[in-house]
């Protein structure tokens, strides 16, 4: 056999999901070297994961690609909730905003995954300039860590520590086999919970009859997002930790034919006694129904007999469940069944160099529409890390709050749905003395506050050298915890304005910020105490400055953004704020985009940031934010010297006076 | 030489600017066969026309990509007046809101032609399946008008009654000519009112010294969007007519490096003596100058030396009207210069075979950024006629409205532009005794009107058979005017919840629409009403069905959409509105997209649709909408006579009783 081929590269990701792909797409805002490689040869036409909340949506934004999705998707607006009546039979009993109103700029919508992984990957080609794209049908054989080189500092070019053998399939092997043969829907068994059993092995001993096709690959980083059976997880020695319950569900992509009122709504359907389902409705005509299986159990051994399972046997139970209401359908898109069960993974990381993300480390049920909400927000917290540590801007140390910062929300999301898969999959109490079943009082309950967690926006990181908590000055700026996102209202930039929600000056370009909520500049006081801030920010040995690689603009590393409570009308740009305010280039003129001000806009109301904010009108604050748009400090215009230290517990800073050093030229070989 | 090849074409588009692209994006939408030529090798890169009124951005939704328009273009906000103050030195007097507040759910925008030419591309290409495609580097030679077939019905498949011969160019030839040789700036003084001679009879010349090029294409309709100097218009033998000014004017693009404060804003700036200047603000941190140049002067033919005009002196004039604020620049992408003048075509149509649209029939000047957009309306109000007559769905005679509507708003252009170019143009007045000079006040006052007009959405087409005016009964929608496009306010889906902009489900596919504000449907009364009228609407001798093609969807020709004013919470789809206004598909169920209630929404607030629209929330009314979104009749629920007489004086019906007659026939070969 022929030597196989070997390589570098500063990160490799397994796996192109939404997971893989939020990866390589900070990869390619960030212009790192990268590989990303998928088993499987098909992208996803079908089925699989479907609803995308705020959180997500405000992420695709900071990407580039909302829009889109919003386009394209259909919108939930309102769940509906029908239990049984005294009769036995199914009535609405509750209708509830399907997101919670003020939460978010968005609201949770629902589309296919495929169409969402077409977003990603037009997004990553258009960011990385063609240099990343999917490698499908390549399969990892094996990993090892250079654990001897697992801490040297990315300014050493020899620091690959990670060794990755890559095969690549033939067309044949790369394609997932549908388990139900000679069906013209097709079927998500092959992922599904009751599959026990991958293919990989056998796809492995296949593919090593072959010759050449193998190669090596060393890597600075490896980002495992290879699902729920997933390969790196393995190779590492970790495992998923949790139960499966008796619960079994069928789900299937149908366009119906119905005379149930809220077939277009959300809707959470308990029957008195064959079962609950839910109703998602989706794009083109479509409506997602998870179906409770009561008449499949699993055997002794904890596991359904998936040949008894079929559409036609999913259907009859959902038929049952919405009588005395009709539902048919000639065209079903999709179909599956899953037995209900939650894992968190035994370690997110092996030394800061090897990370899980996604199914890889949490699998839940999937009705909550979180699964791939979270996977995404796994690599949306993980991408910048490590892409702003392989091009020296950030300190190594700052790689070990992924696992501390994801951990916790993997937990969080797994309890959440252990609680809520339980109400939604028992029997309605018949009444208050009925102990055996579920109240429909407790199940509204929790279906609210599920709402509120499933947003994704109530993740509130805790204390690291991110995050400092807990933040002393909180009361500065109450509408932004540290911790938590930098929520959105809308300003106006001074120099045209334009409304802006704030968030979409935030964008995923891997730059930590630095908002001066500058108050109200036209009092002399508050005018000097802006000032003040202002000096202290441009001198050599701020962060700002330090912070910045030799040769580049200011604001590469970490952007200073400004929201102003003054009248519009009675600023100026250039006369009411200093230049480091709107920086000044020689080739383009001063910079129209930094100075933004909280006052009515013609056409789209009047934001009141300082008021949603919580800031003073007067004195302001300041508030650094993460290039992942989290709330890591928040301080009076005082407090620069706290600042500064924030910045200098996370930032790589290089004197300037020192250029020539060291540490200077490997960063420049970055660049 | 080899005989030419002859071909056959429903439509024939002469000149592939924004004005053929939108009787292209008509037919893609429409499915009709075309064929789009254009002169020019080269897509525009550089300079042209960039302002975007509200109604090109309604309209572009209508197609379905306002949003990239949206999301890439300067958002122009508000309008800054600069006038000399006592001291002669300029200072700004006024601010103005670019777009009036309320008009539109879109303001003005800024984005360079090329892109907007990109747009109606993709478009096309998207919704032709690929099959209508631009031809460039096709010259037109020769237009024969078949006087006895112009009036054939199109049902005869011979009457294709144009014969046009074009000759395809080489690269070479169809190259335009840059007047600057050496300039590293592109200048647009090819396209420039200053430049007098075409290049095309020596093109035709030099070409036909080869051979095999030319063809000759048989087409039922064409419409020529080739340019101020039309070759179509010249064909026909039409003329413009009309008159030119003294007054010269440059354009330039440049990124600016100012002091000037308000360079982000759009600006009038009128100095005591140098001159104006007009500032647009455009994408990617460029600004256009409109820069008068006093110091040019018409020769006794009326015409500028266009050898004098350079980028340095235009942007000398510049930096003296601004002065004392200091301007200047590193990077130019593209000018030009022009002298005013406004002219109108003779004739807009030949026989009702032959059109001519935008430049080929008003031209005036650019600086109130209504060039592009008129000529867009034009054939946004020519393509659907167009393409409905060639389906066999609309009547010949309806061809007759494109130039009884259009040469009217031509005419109101061009005494916009004629006024409003004066005033700019002229020095401003030193006090209320310099009757020479022109007042601020006057001008002011003609901005804000302009403002109005310019939005275009003040266009009032007069009376024809698809306007019935004076509207009898236009009190039941006050906020409607018959003439007006149907202006937008939120409503919601009845079956869903989620909130629309009603001119969202006006999209351009070529179908009426009659809108039934249902009123209060709870009520006993006025549910009876409305089952009365859907009855009649119903009825096998209804237009609605004598319209429909044998075999079509009922919606095929004319969609029903229906606007309630009863609570959501307490209506049911199937249960309060008849089968009709939700019709039942046995594939597919029922539809859900076409009942809508004016209600609160969770997250975008009340938009208020009953009172908006001036329509009385428990008797409602119906309105019919064109096509183009434009209403054309207003009525009670009792007035569905009136409505059928409407329509048949616009549409081909057939009989249902006589079906496999001639006119039947004649209709399918067409779908």
Redesign the interface.
């Known amino acids: 056999m022929a030597q196989p081929s070997e390589s570098k590269v500063d990160v490799l990701i397994i796996g192109a999901g939404p997971a893989g792909l939020m990866a390589a797409a900070w990869m390619a805002h960030l212009g790192i070297s990268t590989r990303i490689v998928d088993k499987r040869n098909a992208k996803i036409f079908h089925g699989q994961a479907d609803g995308l909340q705020c959180r997500s949506l405000e992420i695709f934004d900071s990407l580039g690609f909302a ?1 889109r999705a919003w ?1 394209e998707a ?5 769940i509906c909730m029908w239990n049984p009546g005294s009769d036995g039979q199914i009535r609405r009993s509750d ?1 509830i ?1 399907d ?1 919670i ?1 003020g939460l978010s700029r968005f ?1 949770q919508i629902v589309l296919h995954q495929g169409r969402i992984e077409r977003f990603f990957l037009d997004n990553i080609k258009k960011y990385s300039g063609g240099n990343i794209n999917v490698e499908r049908g390549v399969l990892p054989e094996s990993l090892e860590i250079d654990e001897a080189k697992v801490d040297d500092e990315d300014e050493d070019e020899d620091a690959y520590p990670v060794k990755v053998s890559l095969r690549t399939l033939t067309e044949e092997e790369a394609q997932p086999v549908q388990q139900i043969t000679g069906s013209k829907i097709a079927d998500g068994l092959y992922r599904s919970s009751l599959v026990q059993e991958d293919d990989e092995d056998d796809l492995i001993r296949k593919s090593k009859e072959r010759e050449g096709e193998s190669e090596v690959v060393r890597a600075k980083y490896v980002i495992g997002c290879d699902g729920a059976r997933s390969w790196t997880r393995r190779a590492l020695g970790f495992e998923l930790h949790g139960e499966a319950t008796d619960f079994i569900w069928g789900v299937m992509d149908i ?5 149930f ?1 809220d ?3 959300r809707c959470a359907i308990h029957s008195a006694e064959n079962g609950s389902l839910m109703v998602i ?1 989706r794009e083109h ?1 479509m409506v997602r129904l998870y179906i409770q299986l009561k008449e499949v159990a699993p055997d002794a051994s904890g596991r359904a007999d998936r040949s008894k399972i079929t559409p036609e046997m999913i259907f009859s139970a959902a038929q049952k469940i919405i009588s005395p209401y009709k539902i048919d359908y ?2 079903c898109d999709w179909w599956t069944a899953y037995q209900i069960g939650q894992r968190v993974g035994t370690s997110f990381d092996a030394h800061n160099r090897v990370f899980l993300a996604g199914d890889a480390v949490h699998t839940h049920s999937p009705k909550a529409g979180q699964g791939m909400n979270v996977s995404m927000q796994d690599c949306y917290n993980l991408g910048w890390k490590v892409g702003l540590v392989v091009k020296g801007i950030a300190k190594r140390d700052i790689l070990s709050t992924y696992s501390g910062e994801r951990r916790q929300i993997a937990q969080d999301l797994i309890d959440f749905d252990h609680k809520f898969s339980r109400l939604f999959s028992g029997r309605p109490a018949k009444d208050v003395m009925d102990a055996e079943g579920v109240s429909m009082e407790v199940f509204k309950d929790a279906f609210l506050k599920g709402n509120k967690f499933s947003s994704g926006l109530m993740v509130d990181y805790g204390s690291s050298s991110l995050v400092v908590k807990p933040a002393q000055k909180q009361a500065l700026a109450t509408g932004l915890p540290v911790g938590m996102r930098f929520s959105s209202f809308k300003v106006l ?1 001074q ?5 802006w929600h704030f968030q979409e000056r935030l964008k995923a370009d891997g730059r930590f910020r630095v908002v001066i909520f500058a108050g109200n500049v036209l009092g002399a006081t508050q005018k000097t105490r802006l000032d003040g801030f202002c000096a202290k920010l441009d001198s050599p040995t701020s962060f700002l400055h330090t912070a910045t690689p030799q040769g580049k603009p200011l604001d590469s590393v970490v952007e200073v953004l400004t929201i102003h409570s003054a009248k519009r ?1 009675e600023t ?4 009411d704020f200093p230049d480091l305010l709107h920086p000044f280039d ?4 001063w910079d ?1 985009n930094k100075v933004f001000v909280d006052d009515e ?3 789209e109301g009047f934001g009141d940031a300082y008021g949603n904010y919580g800031v003073d009108r007067e004195r302001g604050c300041v508030v650094a934010v993460r290039p992942d748009q989290y709330v890591g400090w928040v301080g009076e215009l005082e407090d620069f010297a706290d600042l500064q230290a924030y910045f200098e517990g996370i930032l790589v800073l290089r004197p300037k006076e020192r250029a020539g050093a060291n540490g200077v030229n490997g960063v420049n070989g970055h660049h």
């Open positions: 829009d386009k259909n919108h939930m607006l309102e209708r905003p997101t109103v609201q366009v119906p034919i119905t005379d009122p077939i277009r709504m409705p005509k000639e065209y930039n120099a045209d304005a334009r409304p009308w100026e740009l250039l006369r020689k080739h383009n003129g129209y806009s013609y056409h």
